[in-house]
T-cell receptor, first 116, second 116 residues
Framework: AQSVAQPEDQVNVAEGNPLTVKCTYS??????LFWYVQYPNRGLQFLLK??????LVKGSYGFEAEFNKSQTSFHLKKPSALVSDSALYFC??????????????FGPGTRLSVLP | DAGVIQSPRHEVTEMGQEVTLRCKPI?????LFWYRQTMMRGLELLIY????????DSGMPEDRFSAKMPNASFSTLKIQPSEPRDSAVYFC??????????????FGPGTRLTVL
């Protein structure tokens, strides 16, 4: 069965500092990995995904994530945090073994607070 | 494109009443997903359709929940009878899906359901 862990419920970072939001996964077969962001009272917005190829994936709003197969991790990073990045971040995984590759499993979410 | 459209945005009802949530996916998308988000359980996949056909409904909590997709541009999630524990935010998402494994899912704004 697929699973996703986001070990930190909350991450606090000062504006201008680099940020990291952690994600580890467990899946049978090749993983397809995603990051989404949720602002208050809004739906989830897609940030980036890893399907295959370069382990460093660049996405929206200056975010990037690095796929590490040996550590089964897909941490989200940004070199310089903005106050407007404060939101709830979700990591999700699905598997190439799934006939449709559509059965996403989401992590519990990490609340990012960027302090001015 | 208008994105995924959900209605209503907020629904307050009394226990025992029937509730119908509606979703219009992004035009051209072949897959549609219903999720439920609660503080206790996080984001859970309830059911997903591909080409209007239910593919996986293993996440539907019980027989009180049903979902239909009569055509490519409309889906409903019905709860009958509703109970207070059904209170949650319900999201609809869509993707091109089908043969494209790991395709990005795009989320609607959600319906916040409160059952008194």
């Amino acid at each position: 069965a697929q699973s996703v862990a986001q070990p930190e419920d909350q991450v606090n970072v000062a504006e201008g500092n680099p940020l990291t939001v952690k994600c580890t996964y467990s899946v049978s077969g090749n993983p397809y990995l995603f990051w989404y962001v949720q602002y208050p009272n809004r739906g989830l917005q897609f940030l980036l995904k890893y399907i295959t190829g370069d382990n460093l994936v660049k996405g929206s709003y200056g975010f990037e994530a690095e796929f590490n197969k040996s550590q089964t991790s897909f941490h989200l990073k940004k070199p310089s945090a903005l106050v407007s990045d404060s939101a709830l971040y979700f990591c999700a995984v699905t598997s190439g073994l799934d006939n449709y590759g559509q059965n996403f499993v989401f992590g519990p979410g990490t609340r990012l607070s960027v302090l001015p | 494109d208008a994105g995924v459209i959900q209605s209503p945005r907020h629904e307050v009802t009394e226990m025992g009443q029937e509730v119908t949530l509606r979703c219009k996916p992004i035009s051209g998308h072949n897959s549609l997903f219903w999720y439920r988000q609660t503080m206790m359980r996080g984001l859970e996949l309830l059911i997903y359709f591909n080409n209007n056909v239910p593919i996986d409904d293993s996440g539907m909590p019980e027989d009180r929940f049903s979902a239909k997709m009569p055509n490519a541009s409309f889906s409903t999630l019905k709860i009958q009878p509703s109970e207070p524990r059904d209170s949650a935010v319900y999201f609809c998402a869509s993707s091109f899906g089908g043969a494209i494994k790991g395709d990005t899912q795009y989320f609607g704004p959600g319906t916040r359901l409160t059952v008194l």
